[in-house]
């Protein structure tokens, strides 16, 4: 019996003639279904050893040289990345697939990302620059348009963010370098918060200043120093409007702190008896009609 030009006497003949049937040809170099499984064996193997090498590395040289968490981060991932491309060449290379024989799929290559994958390769240049330049981190908070979240892990094409209800964002890595990223845990993290409130008219302005500098110190978490501060912002409609400013050693609990300073902001005005303003108006009335 003959299938697909060969005498088949065993399974493993069946098999043999299966794996080493020619799907296509590179250069000089029949590229078979055996061949295709090496290299994805060689591929599997090379991002395991990466992964060991990278845990080494984090391990035990990193701590050693005391590199800075944010170094350590990026030459890990470049570490990694040139570990499995080595693989990658040396399993070509041992297939006796020539590196110039690539050039036409190079080429193809090329027109593909000419056409379609401009996206693609601009979040990756895209992850190779935040690896280098290092602008956000694993670990930092960071407000991206409307979301307030925190950097769960950078990847070469698109990047985990984390955000305060525990929900998970892909972010493509160009959003980071081509639009404006608030970091609020770069270099310096001490945040400052505001919180802003309005109290009554005919209410005494120092006695406010008072209680909202009483309520920062009281509150947990608020750093002494820089000293908290009030500003008196305006006249509003229906109320004095007046804003604290607070200091906080720790970005990832601002939302905490906020909340358990205003709970107390409104215990010093109970205490005080400052009344916190609302919207309301008041209707002049010059003349009633008559009554025919």
Same mark, same amino acid.
């Given at each position: 019996?003959? @299938? +697909?030009?060969?005498?088949?006497?065993? =399974?493993?003949?069946?098999?043999? &003639? #299966?794996?080493?049937?020619? $799907?296509?040809?590179?250069?000089?170099?029949?590229?078979?279904?055996?061949?295709?499984?090496?290299?994805?064996?060689?591929?599997?193997?090379?991002?395991?050893?990466?992964?060991?090498?990278?845990?080494?590395?984090?391990?035990?040289?990193?701590?050693?040289?005391?590199?800075?968490?944010?170094?350590?981060?990026?030459?890990?991932?470049?570490?990694?990345?040139?570990?499995?491309?080595?693989?990658? @060449? +040396?399993?070509?290379?041992?297939?006796? =697939?020539?590196?110039?024989?690539? &050039? #036409?799929?190079?080429?193809? $290559?090329?027109?593909?990302?000419?056409?379609?994958?401009?996206?693609?390769?601009?979040?990756?240049?895209?992850?190779?620059?935040?690896?280098?330049?290092?602008?956000?981190?694993?670990?930092?908070?960071?407000?991206?348009?409307?979301?307030?979240?925190?950097?769960?892990?950078?990847?070469?094409?698109?990047?985990?963010?984390?955000?305060?209800?525990?929900?998970?964002?892909?972010?493509?890595?160009?959003?980071?370098?081509?639009?404006?990223?608030?970091?609020?845990?770069?270099?310096?993290?001490?945040?400052?918060?505001?919180?802003?409130?309005?109290?009554?008219?005919?209410?005494?302005?120092?006695?406010?200043?008072?209680?909202?500098?009483?309520?920062?110190?009281?509150?947990?978490?608020?750093?002494?120093?820089?000293?908290?501060?009030?500003?008196?912002?305006?006249?509003?409609?229906?109320?004095?409007?007046?804003?604290?400013?607070?200091?906080?050693?720790?970005?990832?609990?601002?939302?905490?702190?906020?909340?358990?300073?205003?709970?107390?902001?409104?215990?010093?005005?109970?205490?005080?008896?400052?009344?916190?303003?609302?919207?309301?108006?008041?209707?002049?009335?010059?003349?009633?009609?008559?009554?025919?």
């Amino acid at each position: 019996m003959r @299938i +697909i030009g060969v005498r088949v006497e065993n =399974i493993f003949d069946f098999l043999g &003639a #299966v794996l080493n049937y020619k $799907l296509f040809q590179i250069s000089d170099t029949d590229i078979s279904l055996l061949t295709i499984i090496i290299m994805i064996v060689v591929v599997w193997v090379s991002a395991k050893l990466s992964k060991l090498v990278r845990n080494y590395f984090d391990r035990t040289v990193f701590p050693r040289f005391k590199i800075a968490d944010g170094v350590r981060f990026s030459l890990s991932k470049i570490i990694g990345y040139l570990i499995i491309t080595l693989g990658i @060449i +040396i399993a070509l290379q041992g297939l006796g =697939i020539k590196l110039s024989a690539l &050039a #036409v799929f190079a080429g193809f $290559l090329g027109v593909g990302i000419g056409f379609g994958m401009q996206n693609v390769v601009a979040n990756i240049v895209s992850g190779i620059i935040i690896l280098f330049e290092r602008p956000i981190k694993e670990g930092d908070m960071v407000r991206l348009k409307n979301t307030i979240g925190f950097v769960h892990k950078i990847n070469l094409r698109a990047s985990i963010i984390r955000t305060i209800y525990n929900e998970h964002l892909i972010v493509p890595n160009s959003d980071f370098i081509n639009g404006v990223v608030e970091n609020m845990s770069y270099e310096d993290l001490k945040l400052r918060l505001s919180v802003k409130v309005g109290v009554a008219y005919g209410t005494d302005p120092v006695l406010v200043k008072d209680a909202l500098i009483e309520a920062a110190r009281r509150t947990e978490s608020i750093m002494e120093y820089p000293l908290p501060v009030v500003l008196f912002r305006d006249f509003g409609e229906s109320a004095l409007d007046f804003e604290l400013l607070a200091w906080i050693a720790d970005p990832s609990q601002r939302f905490n702190i906020e909340s358990n300073l205003r709970y107390t902001i409104v215990e010093e005005f109970k205490q005080k008896d400052i009344t916190i303003a609302f919207p309301q108006r008041d209707i002049w009335i010059r003349s009633m009609p008559q009554n025919s």
